[in-house]
């Protein structure tokens, strides 16, 4: 759980690391629906991306099927992070817990 290991880090209370964590999302959230691009120093740049019309495929029947146009977010890793990354054993990174 997030606000457990920032609260372990941090001093603070799982509560308080709570409540920060999720005020700090809906900032977030907020600025992304304004379609403004959010810099989280060392992590990466998130960003809002227009997708155009296509046309996808069933890929269990072939079957064509129209895809709307929509808006996406995408993450544009920081060199750091991508530096991190390049550090881990090849194959499937395993999830910690």
């Known amino acids: 759980m997030l606000g457990e290991g920032a609260a372990d880090a941090t001093g603070l209370s799982r509560h308080d690391t709570t409540q920060i964590g999720e005020r700090?999302?809906?900032?977030i959230g907020d600025a992304l629906k304004r379609g403004e691009s959010v810099k989280l120093s060392g992590f990466g740049t998130l960003d809002v991306r227009s997708r155009a019309e296509r046309v996808g495929r069933n890929p269990r029947t072939g079957q064509e099927h129209r895809i709307a146009p929509h808006h996406t977010v995408v993450l544009i890793p920081s060199a750091r992070l991508r530096e991190a990354l390049?550090?881990?054993p090849?194959?499937?990174?395993?999830?910690?817990?």
Do not use: N, R, S
Not at 90 to 97: D, F, I, N
């Open 24 to 27: 700090m999302f809906e900032l």
């Open 86 to 88: 390049e550090l881990l």
């Open 90 to 97: 090849a194959g499937k990174p395993k999830a910690q817990k």
